[in-house]
C-alpha cells in the first residue's frame, strides 16, 4: 500500500498547478459570493456572463495601470532610413495583434550588433528640443499619440541605413468577455496570467460582482474579499510581477 502511495506521488510530482479557463474563474468568483453553489449543476449563464464582463473590466486595467511582465511579447523592431524622422508605430515588425498599451523601453541596434539604450521623451522634453530634424545617431524617441496613427519620432535623425529601432512594449489584455452574441464562445477563453495570478483574479471579480452586478453582499463581506485580494496582489506584486534577470546586456545576445 504504501509503495503504490509513494507510486502515485512520484506520478504526480511533474504537474504544475492548473491553468483555469476564464469561465472557472468566473465560476469561483460566482461561489465566493455564494452564487454558484456545490449543488448546481452549472453557473447561471447571465450571471456567468455578467461576471465574464467584470473580468475583462479588471484585466483591462491592470494592463493600462501596472507593469504586467506576461504581456511583454517579442521586441518589435524598425530598420532606421537616412533622414527619415517619423515611423508609424503599427509598421514595425513583430507588432502585436492585442495593440499597444505602452512603450515600456527603447533600444539603438547599431551596425556592430552592439546595443545602446534610449530615451523616451515626454511631449515637453521632446518640444523643448530647439532642432528636431538635427542629424546624427539618434539619442532618443517621442511617441506621439495625438497622430491619426500612433508615431515613433526619431531624434537625432539617422543619417544612414545601418541602424534599428527596438522597443519593448506592454499589450492590452486578451478580451475574456467571450463572442459578443454568445455564438462562437465556448467557455474556454484563456485570460492570460499565469497561474500564480489565479487566486487575485477570482478574488478581485468576486469583489466587484459581489457589490452589485451579480449579488449585493454586505458591506463588510465585500470589504472582506477586497482586502484578500489587496494582500494576494501585494504579493504578485513583491515577486511575480517582476522580471527575474541578472546585470542589463549592452551587447546583442551571441555577440
Not at 71 to 87: C, D, S
Not at 116 to 121: A, M
Not at 179 to 187: A, H, L, M, S
Request: with cysteine; net charge negative.
Amino acid at each position: 500500500m504504501t509503495t503504490t502511495i509513494l507510486g502515485a506521488s512520484k506520478a504526480l510530482a511533474g504537474q504544475p498547478s492548473r491553468l483555469l479557463s476564464a469561465r472557472e474563474v468566473a465560476e469561483r468568483a460566482l461561489q465566493k459570493i455564494g452564487a454558484f453553489s456545490v449543488n448546481d449543476t452549472a453557473a447561471d449563464p447571465e450571471e456567468l456572463a455578467r461576471t465574464l464582463q467584470w473580468m475583462d473590466l479588471i484585466l483591462g486595467e491592470r494592463a493600462g495601470t501596472n507593469e504586467a511582465f506576461w504581456l511583454r511579447p517579442a521586441t518589435i523592431t524598425q530598420t532606421l532610413t537616412a533622414t527619415k524622422q517619423t515611423y508609424p508605430l503599427a509598421e514595425f515588425s513583430e507588432y502585436p495583434a492585442l495593440g499597444i498599451v505602452y512603450v515600456a523601453s527603447a533600444w539603438l541596434r547599431l551596425a556592430s550588433g552592439s546595443d545602446q539604450p534610449l530615451d523616451i521623451y515626454r511631449r515637453d522634453e521632446y518640444e523643448d528640443i530647439p532642432t528636431k530634424t538635427q542629424a546624427g545617431q539618434p539619442q532618443g524617441i517621442y511617441i506621439d499619440r495625438l497622430a491619426r496613427e500612433v508615431t515613433v519620432q526619431v531624434w537625432p535623425v539617422p543619417t544612414d541605413d545601418t541602424s534599428s529601432l527596438r522597443l519593448v512594449v506592454q499589450t492590452f489584455n486578451p478580451s475574456v468577455a467571450g463572442d459578443v452574441n454568445r455564438e462562437q464562445w465556448t467557455g474556454e477563453t484563456p485570460h492570460g496570467l499565469r497561474p500564480e495570478f489565479q487566486l487575485w483574479l477570482i478574488l478581485e471579480t468576486a469583489a466587484q460582482v459581489g457589490d452589485g452586478p451579480v449579488r449585493k453582499m454586505q458591506g463588510n463581506e465585500v470589504d472582506r474579499i477586497v482586502r484578500q485580494a489587496s494582500v494576494c496582489w501585494g504579493r504578485i506584486e513583491g515577486f511575480a510581477n517582476r522580471e527575474k534577470s541578472g546585470a542589463r546586456r549592452t551587447k546583442a545576445w551571441g555577440a
